[in-house]
Nanobody, 124 residues
Framework: QVQLVESGGGLVQAGGSLRLSCAAS????????MAWFRQAPGKEREFVAF????????SYADSVKGRFTISRDNAKNTVYLQMNSLKPEDTAVYYC?????????????????WGQGTQVTVSS
């Protein structure tokens, strides 16, 4: 079993920044694909970004490309999401996810473990 705990969410003004953290326990995530998804009220959970076993392999949703950066510290078993130039439309609950199946994917079905989420609210 893997437990994922997100932190770092909060209330920020448009144009501001936040850094989310996802701490994993129970198993190492150093060889695994890790991702961030988000879910706004009344909407489906959507892909934000993923990283494979190396920070050199990443992918982003078009809506966050150039503003968000996903990274990982395998020594700390932690994944991060640096969010800059935040917009009100980024308001959502952000979830961390881990895959033990191989290649990373933007599909929710490709992930085996999920955190409880952390709320990000961007005011205009």
């Amino acid at each position: 079993q893997v437990q994922l705990v997100e932190s770092g969410g909060g209330l920020v003004q448009a144009g501001g920044s936040l850094r989310l953290s996802c701490a994993a326990s129970g198993r190492t995530i150093s060889s695994n694909a890790m991702a961030w998804f988000r879910q706004a009220p009344g909407k489906e959970r959507e892909f934000v970004a993923f990283t494979a076993w190396s920070d050199s392999i990443t992918s982003y949703a078009d809506s966050v490309k150039g503003r968000f950066t996903i990274s990982r510290d395998n020594a700390k078993n932690t994944v991060y999401l640096q969010m800059n130039s935040l917009k009100p439309e980024d308001t959502a609950v952000y979830y961390c996810a881990a895959s033990y199946r191989g290649l990373p994917t933007s599909l929710r079905s490709g992930y085996d473990y999920w955190g409880q989420g952390t709320q990000v609210t961007v005011s205009s």
